[in-house]
DNA sequence: TGGCTATATGGCCATATTACCAAGTATCAA
DNA sequence: TTGATACTTGGTAATATGGCCATATAGCCA
């Protein structure tokens, strides 16, 4: 049973995992806002079109993004409204952590 | 103005790369309940000590727990109060990615 | 079909992570 | 002071990640 605690763990850490690079936290609050092909998230992102796809294939993989196809083009978007809830958080500890760093300058 | 974005996106994803590693998902659930000393929490981790308080150190780093020393121990403490919706948010995308699958099986 | 556009994948290299052991620092207690 | 306990830090080896280039693959249109 023990066992089965950590894999909930893994499986967590999984998503923590796909969202900890900058450029695919750019991608899901673009992603978020609304659907785009990979072309024009390359743009946004200014990696190599590879790279950006591969970014990606990792959001999907662990279930945060969805694609659609449409013709030559992939259309990818964002699975669940949570996530403002998780950028807020980020936030909230920077801006904390911020806080506490002057504190302690004192 | 571009780079002031970029350096924002960094320092997320630096928080959310601190929370991308199971036994540091443990750690912040532990210490979300209460303060917890390396001992104790080594021994709920069940990796080496030093090992834990390397982790200890990289959740300290981003400002996610803080740490108050009595004498020879060091209690360590999660920082802010959100951290249960990010793993709401988690729980929600594991299990809509679950529902995603087994809909694409049929 | 043939060529063009849009994505995905494989290979490769540089760098980052993670884990453990060993050694160092700090506190407490005898 | 010595020894024991509680952590932290440095070293190092194995593995994972991230980026780009080159190369598929797939759809579209002439």
Redesign the interface.
């Known amino acids: 049973m023990e066992e089965k605690i ?1 894999k909930q ?5 999984k ?3 796909a ?8 991608m899901l ?1 673009l992603l978020q806002k609304q659907e785009m092909c990979v072309g024009e998230l390359t743009e946004q992102v200014g990696a190599d079109q590879s790279t950006v796809s591969k970014h990606l294939a990792i959001l999907k993989e ?3 993004v ?1 694609v659609r196809k449409a013709g030559a083009l992939s259309y990818y978007r964002v ?2 409204g ?2 403002d ?10 801006l ?2 911020l806080k ?2 002057q504190k302690s300058l004192k």
Chains 1, 2 share one sequence.
């Open positions: 950590r763990y893994e499986a967590r850490a998503i923590a995992k969202m900890a690079h900058p450029s695919r936290l750019l609050d662990v279930g945060l969805d699975t669940c949570c996530l809830g998780f950028f807020s958080c980020m936030e909230t500890v920077l904390s952590d506490g760093r």
